[in-house]
T-cell receptor, first 116, second 113 residues
Framework: GAGVSQSPSNKVTEKGKDVELRCDPISGHTALYWYRQRLGQGLEFLIYFQGNSAPDKSGLPSDRFSAERTGESVSTLTIQRTQQEDSAVYLC??????????????FGPGTRLTVL | GENVEQHPSTLSVQEGDSAVIKCTYSDSASNYFPWYKQELGKGPQLIIDIRSNVGEKKDQRIAVTLNKTAKHFSLHITETQPEDSAVYFC????????????FGPGTSLSVIP
């Protein structure tokens, strides 16, 4: 079946502009995550959505970052007034949560953001 | 909160040799330990996982071991091939009201033909 998709795959923007990144999770997955991955670095947790519960925003690095999710479908990550240090690959993952055990996260291919 | 450490950060092996990557975690409540492989320009892909009720799991050339007492878990790749070259991430998570997974910093594996 279809995996997690993200768009755009690449985004080049000028410093100070706003950008919006999109994630389409696997159908039926109730949980959705955003991560940031700087060049040669690990995965930095940004935000987590689970169903209709309040999102866990504890990883957002500043108030310039925000994310929305409509129900259990598409999510958008918005970065306002972009800075050069925002340049990174932004990864989205989704998982199906059932009672008991943690379930596997499936990642999209990422959006490579370059801020000039 | 949970902290995951991973060693080594880089690893080079000859084709056909074995590769071992080790991780430690801090929170004894962690109960799920996935391993992801990330090839250049792609998102991470799950390659194997282990839950806290088992000590070892194997899938062809890949195996993972878990020592809950020591809070260690390791990835073993045998008979390495050039296509195993990638960055590998370990992770740990705790089943709570939500589901936060903490990733290690990654190991860059190079398999030399």
């Amino acid at each position: 079946g279809a995996g997690v998709s993200q768009s755009p795959s690449n985004k080049v923007t000028e410093k100070g502009k706003d950008v919006e990144l999109r994630c389409d999770p696997i159908s039926g997955h109730t949980a959705l995550y955003w991560y940031r991955q700087r060049l040669g670095q690990g995965l930095e947790f940004l935000i987590y959505f689970q169903g209709n519960s309040a999102p866990d925003k504890s990883g957002l690095p500043s108030d310039r970052f925000s994310a929305e999710r409509t129900g259990e479908s598409v999510s958008t990550l918005t970065i306002q007034r972009t800075q050069q240090e925002d340049s990174a690959v932004y990864l989205c993952a989704s998982s199906f949560l059932a009672g008991g055990w943690t379930d596997t996260q499936y990642f999209g291919p990422g959006t490579r953001l370059t801020v000039l | 909160g949970e902290n995951v450490e991973q060693h080594p950060s880089t690893l080079s092996v000859q084709e056909g040799d074995s590769a071992v990557i080790k991780c430690t975690y801090s929170d004894s409540a962690s109960n799920y330990f996935p391993w992801y492989k990330q090839e250049l320009g792609k998102g991470p892909q799950l390659i194997i996982d282990i839950r806290s009720n088992v000590g070892e799991k194997k899938d062809q050339r890949i195996a993972v071991t878990l020592n809950k007492t020591a809070k260690h878990f390791s990835l073993h790749i045998t008979e390495t091939q050039p296509e195993d070259s990638a960055v590998y991430f370990c992770a740990a998570s705790i089943k709570t009201s939500y589901d936060k997974v903490i990733f290690g910093p990654g190991t860059s594996l190079s398999v030399i033909p």
